[in-house]
């Protein structure tokens, strides 16, 4: 790696060129791109964290190391579910340029979680939705984990 990270404008900026390009691929690459991220991370991994709380430490230690997309990344697990509440978020910031230039957003966080998730506790993991309560770059991601 160079010595440099990159800014949030240059990302921003690539991450909605990145989804303009794909055009109405877009929704199904979105997909294809966090289950190959959760992929990666998870070989990476000296064991598979196969319960929640292990799955938290590992996930956390993650976003807020190496995969650092957000200014905070915390996810909870509670009544069958669990919640990723991001903050900072600078792929949301790529996806306000998609919005404000008439498309959609495209979070591939979203999936990254339910992919890892189900292969990591084994289960079957839906994305029950979104939350952006905030400013732009604030969202909660719930999950049904059956």
Known sequence: ???HDFS???FAAYHAAV???LGEDAP???AKIGALLANAWLKKLSALPSESAGFKKALEEWMSGPFKFADISELTFKDGGATLYVKGCDICQ???LLRNAGGKGYCPISQLVKSAMGKGLKKSVELKGSEKPGPVGECFLHYKID
């Open 1 to 3: 790696m160079s010595d």
């Open 19 to 21: 989804f303009e390009a």
């Open 8 to 10: 949030k404008e240059f």
């Open 94 to 96: 790529g996806n306000e």
């Open 28 to 30: 199904k690459m979105n």
